[in-house]
């Protein structure tokens, strides 16, 4: 019962490009890329090679167009060097950059596992280093987000294996930060992930990413390591 409680929430897996919406783009390592790409790219990722963390609010839309279904959620992530905490409704997942725990709230229950940063589609342990992951990037023009004048940046995995074949960024124009990202999944299956707040350089002990049983009184530990 507690198996299938979680997979009704949305997956680790799915969370895995919100750890990197705010980085993606810091890497001159782009094969091919255009030159107005590169110029947006490298601006952006100059704002964001200053921060030592990051704290972004941010909402999760993922759209099956197979079986016609949505469904949607918000959340925090924290990110400091390789390791992050992202909290949400129904979960809560930790990470020091070796171990990971997942925490479900509604079971009272939490998962650890060691983290391998390979066995994710987007590794999240490379949050200012994705150039390991190799992109084109193509310029696709300018739009408008709300009042905002945006930018489009589609980038195109130099590898054709990953579940993924194409992300879509949007960014602000005038503060050259990324707004949102979207995921195509060869599965068919789209997810939007949309920054709603940010807040660089707030002081995260170790600590914080680091789950403490002490805190969840009567907690149930699931080892799979």
């Given amino acids: 019962m507690k198996m299938k409680a979680f997979e009704k929430k949305i997956s680790f897996r799915s969370l895995m490009p919100i750890v990197l ?39 999760i839309k993922i759209f099956n167009k197979q079986e016609k279904s949505s469904q949607s959620e918000k959340g925090t992530l924290f990110v400091k060097g390789k390791k992050f905490r992202v909290e949400m409704d129904g979960q809560e997942i930790y990470c020091d950059g070796k171990t990971m725990w997942t925490y479900l709230k509604d079971a009272n229950e939490v998962q650890i596992s060691n983290y391998n940063p390979k066995s994710s589609d987007i590794n999240p342990s ?27 940046i589609e980038l195109t995995p130099t590898d054709k294996k990953k579940p993924f074949f194409k992300v879509k960024l949007t960014i602000d124009k005038v503060a050259k930060k990324i707004m949102d990202m979207t995921v195509m999944n060869k599965n068919g299956v789209e997810s939007l992930y949309e920054i ?27 080892d799979l390591r």
Wanted: glycine letters at 6%; charged letters at 30%.
């Fill in 21 to 59: 919406i705010v980085t993606i783009v810091l890497s001159s390592a782009f094969v091919n890329s255009d030159k107005e790409a590169s110029r947006i790219l490298d601006k952006v990722s100059k704002n964001y090679k200053s921060y030592k963390t990051i704290k972004a609010s941010f909402r």
């Fill in 126 to 152: 490379e949050i200012f280093t994705v150039y390991e992951k190799g992109f084109l990037s193509k310029f696709i023009g300018e739009g408008k987000k709300g009042t905002v004048v945006t930018e489009q």
């Fill in 196 to 222: 709603t707040g940010f807040s660089p350089n707030i002081n995260l002990e170790d600590s914080y990413f680091k789950f403490d049983k002490k805190l969840k009184p009567g907690v149930v530990e699931i």
